[in-house]
T-cell receptor, first 111, second 117 residues
């Protein structure tokens, strides 16, 4: 049972445009949601998080939106840069503190 | 801040031998460390949660006798893959939970590529 899903395995965007990465979850008890960026053969790098009591968090070019009624969150990157090309994982934290990861979305930003 | 290191970054071992992977939080104390495994083009799967000074909690389906975890201090956790087999070949990643206000964040190590021949 996949509690956190990223239904788009890949996304290609032109440099300067907006990248929107989506994530759906099933467990309404998750209290934090996080986005990580990962390059091949490296560990994930924390990008941005959002509490379940908020609907938006912004940090520079990265904004995360949370729609609790739809159990959906998204990561917006604007403007997208070639260096943003990587695999992006969304993760949700349960009440035990464990993170549950989605399958990841590979973002390619074309110059 | 919040740097996590892993050693070794890659290791090749023969089937039947044991391999130890170290995970260190370099500039913070981590009461909780997590061990993940990632297969190619797949998500990170949590293997176990380790708390300093106590036994690790393993996820369902993970053999605790095969994947020995020790969390001896607030900055060091080790994963030992015992009697390794080719199917244990994978990318192993640890993470450390930050104590305090941002305790919901986990910071990941760079990972260890294990190849069992």
């Amino acid at each position: 049972d996949q509690q956190v899903k990223q239904n788009s395995p890949s996304l290609s965007v032109q440099e300067g445009r907006i990248s929107i990465l989506n994530c759906d979850y099933t467990n309404s008890m998750f209290d934090y949601f996080l986005w990580y960026k990962k390059y091949p053969a490296e560990g994930p790098t924390f990008l941005i998080s959002i509490s379940s009591i908020k609907d938006k968090n912004e940090d520079g070019r990265f904004t995360v939106f949370l729609n609790k009624s739809a159990k959906h969150l998204s990561l917006h990157i604007v403007p997208s840069q070639p260096g943003d090309s990587a695999v992006y994982f969304c993760a949700a934290r349960g009440n035990t503190g464990k993170l549950i990861f989605g399958q990841g979305t590979t973002l390619q930003v074309k110059p | 801040g919040a740097v996590v290191s892993q050693h070794p970054s890659w290791v090749i071992c023969k089937s039947g031998t044991s391999v130890k992977i170290e995970c260190r939080s370099l500039d913070f104390q981590a009461t909780t460390m997590f061990w993940y495994r990632q297969f190619p083009k797949q998500s990170l799967m949590l293997m176990a949660t380790s708390n300093e000074g106590s036994k690790a909690t393993y996820e369902q389906g993970v053999e605790k006798d095969k994947f020995l975890i020790n969390h001896a201090s607030l900055t060091l956790s080790t994963l030992t893959v015992t009697s390794a087999h080719p199917e244990d070949s994978s990318f192993y990643i640890c993470s450390a939970g930050v104590v305090g206000v941002r305790s919901y964040e986990q910071y990941f190590g760079p990972g260890t590529r294990l190849t069992v021949t």
